[in-house]
């Protein structure tokens, strides 16, 4: 373990998915307890995406800024809002120099899959009808996220591909939940890590399927063509259950042609990014931003 993050891991509070409400409470707190973002030098702007279910967003947008990263935050598919999403998508948006725009997809139990999804491929459609008034070029949008939220961009990914709907440039990943077999080395043993763990994963998985198998659009891992898809950039960290698939993702897409920048993050755990005063999670947080700025340059 990386010896800056070592001391923080008795502090954390253990993550315990088996009372969804219960548990988005302690993620609203925790999130509350740190310091807000500065947003100087960003306009900040709540919107509303029409669909089947009107989806809010909020858009972060830097000066001059011609291209787009749809970001889709972490939690398992059952927490996190556009609140508590701010301090990833502040310092992207700084970092990256691209309008980020988050969402509030509806979260499971009680919107399962592929609920969070539609909600997502709503937003990346309207953004890309919608590039003009928002300021952007159609041909440079991405999608992006963390864990959970990593799962649904590469989701959009592949049903963007599939449906031929809007065009993505880039897809980012970050430490995504993408397998739910629960099979690799990773995911059979790292049965008691920080933040996320074998039990963590199962619940995340009961809550987002319930009864119904799963499919390659709920878990991209068992897609069994992954060309055509847009390039893109996959994170890892060494102590998660996750890290795995998502290596073997990167490997499979680099199989199919697909152009990929794979990063295993030495010492690391899942979400141990949101420690800011470890020099690794700093630089993890400034390798997104610098990504993103490169894939999405005119």
Request: with cysteine.
């Amino acid at each position: 373990m990386d010896p800056e993050l070592e001391p923080f891991i008795p502090l954390l509070p253990r993550t315990d998915l088996s009372d969804p409400v219960a548990h988005r409470k302690v993620y609203v707190e925790l999130a509350a307890a740190r310091p807000a973002p500065d947003s100087a030098g960003l306009v900040v702007e709540d919107r509303m995406v029409p669909a089947d279910r009107d989806v809010p967003i909020r858009v972060y947008r830097p000066h001059q800024a011609q291209a787009a990263v749809i970001w889709l935050h972490g939690g398992g598919w059952v927490v996190g809002d556009l609140d508590t999403e701010q301090h990833w998508a502040v310092p992207i948006a700084r970092l990256s120099g691209a309008v980020v725009i988050t969402v509030d997809f509806r979260l499971a139990p009680e919107h399962r899959f592929p609920a969070a999804l539609d909600d997502t491929y709503a937003v990346l459609t309207w953004v890309h009808k919608n590039a003009a008034e928002l300021g952007i070029d159609p041909a440079r949008i991405a999608v992006a996220g963390h864990s959970a939220g990593a799962n649904l961009a590469a989701a959009a990914a592949l049903r963007s591909r599939d449906e031929q709907g809007p065009p993505i440039c880039f897809q980012l990943l970050n430490e995504a939940i993408l397998d739910d077999r629960q099979q690799t080395w990773s995911a059979r043993n790292f049965t008691e890590t920080p933040w996320n763990n074998r039990a963590v994963r199962a619940a995340a998985w009961a809550h987002y399927l319930g009864t119904q198998p799963a499919t390659t659009y709920a878990a991209p891992a068992r897609a069994d063509n992954l060309s055509g898809l847009p390039p893109a950039y996959i994170a890892t960290a060494e102590f998660d259950p996750n890290r795995d698939e998502g290596i073997d993702y990167a490997l499979r897409l680099l199989q199919a042609g697909v152009s990929v920048e794979l990063h295993q993050w030495p010492g690391t755990f899942h979400g141990s990014l949101a420690i800011q005063s470890a020099d690794v999670s700093q630089r993890q947080l400034a390798e997104l931003g610098a990504v993103l700025r490169r894939a999405l340059a005119e």
